[in-house]
């Protein structure tokens, strides 16, 4: 049985007509899973595109599949939790990991 771990990315708070949905889960299983928020930190380490959470998201997810892009299993991505653990939040908008914020979560 592998780790069912997910990280959620929180986008703007503000849902509008335009925007209907602010949040998209991130899946991960297997080994990478228990990496998650390492995976995160060496994005954020990069100092790129804090501000622009389309890119951010992508960067993030690239990270995560990189090892793994062309496999049909192991990574999803979905607008529900369909994890075994609680996520790793995101706030995109906030610039927070778990509530700690991106500056702090890089140098902790």
């Given amino acids: 049985m592998g780790i069912r771990q997910e ?3 929180i986008y703007g708070n503000e849902k509008t007509e335009e925007k209907p949905g602010n949040e998209i889960f991130i899946y991960s299983h297997w080994d990478d899973a228990k ?3 390492e995976i995160i930190k060496e994005v954020l380490q990069r100092k790129e595109r804090w501000g622009d959470e389309s890119y951010l998201a992508r960067m993030i997810f690239s990270a995560i599949v990189k090892r ?3 496999s ?3 990574f999803g991505l979905a607008p529900y939790g369909i ?3 609680e996520p ?3 706030n995109l908008e906030e610039q927070t990991v778990d509530g700690i914020a991106f ?3 890089i140098n902790n």
């Fill in 7 to 9: 990280v959620k990315l």
């Fill in 35 to 37: 990496e998650l928020k």
């Fill in 68 to 70: 793994d892009i062309n």
């Fill in 72 to 74: 049909a299993t192991g």
């Fill in 83 to 85: 994890g075994d653990y």
């Fill in 88 to 90: 790793v939040v995101i």
């Fill in 103 to 105: 500056i702090n979560f």
